[in-house]
């Protein structure tokens, strides 16, 4: 049971690229959550999902894109990095009425 | 938009004192959730509450509805206590996510 598994751990992009930050669970969740930590700002909420299927925004959805692929994996794809997207990006994952479960992060550095 | 305030924002202490960390918020919610993030930076899920107080090991959560407010304790701390404690909201009615407060580092000194 490896809980909420993120890849990748680390990624440095040029400003313009595309990339797809990727999540599974394996939990058996229906929700599932990303976000984002800044320095000073702490963790803000970008898109969830609550179900399959069904996905919407969070605080700070511009300049990224979601996708509920099925009940365990929902990814994060960022169409043109701009450097304000450098940031450390988690997901996580509850089922209802239970705290949620994070997963290890990734780093991302847009330069 | 919920505020939520944490303070206080840094602690140091030395191992073996209780430790309190306080939290409010601004606008009625459904569930209150205690975090932990240690300096390698996951983050685990604590608490969730609503009402009352939960205990698990040497840590304590507590929340007060009315007052829109809830703290957190630690008894005989340990310096793996060390981390960064945040506190997170989640809005009544369908909206989903938690809205969070910017965390307080915790230091405990041997």
């Known amino acids: 049971n490896a809980g909420v598994t993120q890849t990748p751990k680390f990624q440095v992009l040029k400003t313009g690229q595309s990339m797809t930050l990727q999540c599974a669970q394996d939990m058996n969740h229906n929700s599932m959550y990303w976000y984002r930590q800044d320095p000073g700002m702490g963790l803000r909420l970008i898109y969830y999902?609550?179900?399959?299927?069904?996905?919407d925004k969070g605080e700070v959805p511009n300049g990224y894109n979601v996708s509920r692929l099925n009940k365990r994996e929902f990814s994060l794809r960022l169409e043109s990095a701009a450097p304000s997207q450098t940031s450390v990006y988690f997901c996580?994952?509850?089922?209802?009425?239970?705290?949620?479960?994070f997963g290890p992060g990734t780093r991302l550095t847009v330069l | 938009k919920n505020e939520v305030e944490q303070s206080p924002q840094n602690l140091t202490a030395q191992e073996g004192e209780f430790i309190t960390i306080n939290c409010s918020y601004s606008v009625g919610i459904s569930a209150l959730h205690w975090l932990q993030q240690h300096p390698g930076g996951g983050i685990v899920s604590l608490f969730m509450?609503?009402?009352g107080k939960k205990k698990h090991g040497r840590l304590i959560a507590t929340i007060n509805i009315q007052e829109k407010h809830s703290s957190l304790h630690i008894t005989a701390s340990h310096p793996r206590d060390s981390a960064v404690y945040i506190c997170a909201v989640k809005a009544g009615g369908g909206a989903d996510g938690l809205t969070f407060g910017k965390g307080t580092h915790l230091i405990i000194q041997p």
């Open positions: 999902s609550a179900s399959e299927g069904t996905t």
């Open positions: 509450l609503s009402s």
């Open positions: 996580a994952s509850r089922a209802l009425g239970i705290r949620q479960f």
